[in-house]
């Protein structure tokens, strides 16, 4: 494990360093199979946002298959990689922060990979509440959630009951599967997941 300067990730420097010292364990390097499954049987294309893009290869892949897809990240070095990975996409990946940023149309999924467990235990209530204000009722949120007990992150695991009592108060369980191609970073501890906002 490098040393790095920045040890708060909550500020964009700390992911920057990441970035530029390329090392990042939890970049796939390409499109989950679990993502590609989604959008196989999904009906229609969506309005998606991808919070904490990193690389944005994901980006790339919807837009590709039709979707209004945007990709933000707070780490300009990751807005600078992302925008050079998904080609004439680019302009699809904004710099912004996901607490601030305010949806042009409104949005009918939130793809989470490596985002919630990015942020300390401390700052879950304030992803779920966003997601929450974010995604109208029937909105999907989906994706892949890390379950795990180890003090220090990132990735900061979260124990499945925590999870569920912070989202079923906005959201209900619809659909949930098994990762084949983890990374070793989240191997064992990682599960596809689809959750609806409940109305009301
Ligand atoms: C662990 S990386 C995951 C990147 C990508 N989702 C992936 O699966 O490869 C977390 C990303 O979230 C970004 N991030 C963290 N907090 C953020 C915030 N408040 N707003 C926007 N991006 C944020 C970081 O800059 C970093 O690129």
């Given at each position: 494990?490098?040393?790095?300067?920045?040890r708060?990730?909550?500020?964009?420097?700390?992911?920057?360093?990441?970035?530029?010292?390329?090392?990042?364990?939890w970049?796939?390097g390409g499109?989950?199979?679990?993502?590609?499954?989604?959008?196989?049987r999904d009906?229609?294309?969506?309005?998606?946002?991808?919070?904490?893009?990193?690389?944005?290869?994901?980006?790339?892949?919807?837009?590709?298959?039709g979707?209004?897809?945007?990709?933000?990240?707070?780490?300009?070095?990751?807005?600078s990689?992302?925008?050079?990975?998904?080609g004439?996409?680019?302009?699809?990946?904004?710099?912004?922060?996901?607490?601030?940023w305010?949806?042009?149309?409104?949005?009918?999924?939130?793809?989470e990979?490596?985002?919630?467990?990015?942020?300390?235990?401390?700052?879950?209530?304030?992803?779920?509440?966003?997601?929450?204000?974010?995604l109208?009722?029937?909105?999907?949120?989906?994706?892949?959630?890390?379950?795990?007990?180890?003090?220090?992150?990132p990735?900061?695991?979260?124990?499945r009951?925590?999870?569920?009592?912070?989202?079923?108060?906005d959201?209900?369980?619809i659909?949930?599967?098994?990762?084949?191609?983890?990374l070793?970073?989240?191997?064992?501890?990682?599960r596809?997941?689809v959750?609806?906002?409940?109305?009301?």
């Amino acid at each position: 494990m490098p040393e790095f300067a920045s040890r708060d990730p909550l500020a964009p420097a700390f992911w920057d360093e990441r970035f530029d010292r390329a090392f990042t364990p939890w970049d796939l390097g390409g499109v989950p199979q679990a993502l590609h499954a989604f959008v196989a049987r999904d009906a229609k294309p969506r309005t998606v946002l991808i919070p904490g893009c990193g690389n944005g290869y994901e980006l790339a892949y919807l837009a590709d298959a039709g979707w209004d897809a945007i990709a933000i990240d707070f780490s300009p070095a990751a807005v600078s990689r992302a925008r050079a990975q998904v080609g004439p996409w680019a302009q699809r990946v904004l710099e912004a922060d996901f607490f601030s940023w305010q949806p042009v149309h409104a949005l009918d999924l939130i793809y989470e990979r490596a985002f919630l467990c990015a942020m300390p235990p401390a700052m879950w209530p304030r992803v779920v509440a966003r997601w929450a204000e974010l995604l109208p009722p029937g909105a999907l949120l989906a994706g892949f959630f890390f379950f795990g007990s180890a003090p220090k992150g990132p990735p900061f695991g979260i124990a499945r009951t925590a999870l569920e009592d912070l989202l079923h108060p906005d959201f209900a369980l619809i659909e949930e599967g098994e990762v084949v191609d983890s990374l070793p970073v989240f191997a064992g501890l990682e599960r596809w997941m689809v959750w609806r906002r409940r109305r009301g």
